[in-house]
């Protein structure tokens, strides 16, 4: 074996280490070591801008399809208003007969308490020393036997301008003028809760209150849970009771809570939740 053919052996026992072994004919193991690493750094840097191009023309595609056009903003806007305004006055009307519901029960509960206290320390109404009669004198004795029982702002007693009516009447349910101020009227005695409710009362004494199933009672007693502020209507704020001898009732359904009526015995239907007479 010549020299030559030990070399050609001892190359091919060799492994490749380097990929120099790759350059390409014609030129040096340098050379196409940096061809090779340019070729690969150019392939790599393509396959990466497409990618990245691909992906954000995508994105664009999507967003642009979930925009919305300055005309299609506008039109949703107007239909949310109308709806708004169709259904917003029936939202409040309802809150507001919520609000007054709640009102009319706490003061029948508050009413009912202080009947019951009163009768505790001086025994029943017909037993009061209370004058005969719907008069001043009546009505100021009768409320000086059930003021300890209950919390009160102001007391104006059988005085005006406790009540804060001025001029203006109370109204019946339909409309029309009650024709009564009971702010200047001193058979009424008036007073104002602790929690803005307006009350005034009158005495129905002598053979009426003696008897505990008279729709007269002893005394009517009249509250306005909005105080002043309007609509100051028998029947939407203002309702009447009865206090008779051993309880406090609300008026009777006589027929007359109806839009079209007087609204004197909506008290009842109201305690049971509800003021649904306003829209028959």
């Given at each position: 074996?010549?020299?030559e053919e ?13 990929l ?11 050379e ?10 150019r ?5 990466y ?24 903003v ?9 709806v708004?305004a169709?259904?917003?006055p029936s ?18 509960s ?8 009163a ?74 809760l ?48 009865g ?19 007087a ?13 649904d007479?306003?829209k028959?």
């Amino acid at each position: 074996m010549n020299i030559e053919e030990q070399k050609a052996r001892g190359q091919e026992g060799k492994p490749i280490s380097s990929l120099n072994t790759l350059a390409p004919c014609g030129r040096g193991q340098g050379e196409g070591s940096k061809s090779l690493h340019k070729t690969l750094s150019r392939i790599c840097m393509f396959a990466y801008c497409s990618l990245t191009n691909s992906t954000l023309s995508q994105r664009e595609r999507v967003n642009s399809k979930a925009a919305f056009t300055l005309a299609e903003v506008l039109i949703t806007l107007g239909i949310i208003g109308v709806v708004a305004a169709m259904t917003l006055p029936s939202l409040i009307q309802k809150h507001q007969e919520r609000v007054t519901v709640n009102k009319v029960k706490k003061f029948y509960s508050v009413m009912s308490q202080a009947q019951l206290l009163a009768i505790k320390d001086h025994g029943y109404l017909d037993e009061w020393d209370v004058p005969d009669g719907t008069t001043k004198e009546s009505a100021e004795k009768f409320m000086s036997y059930l003021k300890p029982y209950l919390k009160i702002a102001r007391d104006c007693g059988t005085s005006a301008g406790c009540l804060e009516y001025s001029q203006t009447t109370v109204k019946y349910l339909n409309g029309t003028p009650r024709n009564l101020n009971y702010d200047t009227n001193n058979k009424y005695y008036k007073l104002i809760l602790n929690d803005g409710t307006y009350m005034w009362l009158r005495t129905v004494t002598g053979a009426y209150c003696a008897n505990p199933e008279s729709k007269e009672s002893c005394a009517t007693v009249w509250i306005d849970v909005n105080g002043k502020n309007p609509p100051n209507t028998i029947g939407r704020d203002i309702f009447n009771f009865g206090i008779n001898k051993n309880n406090v009732r609300p008026t009777g359904n006589n027929g007359d809570c109806r839009l079209n009526g007087a609204g004197w015995s909506c008290a009842e239907y109201v305690l049971q939740g509800n003021m649904d007479y306003l829209k028959k």
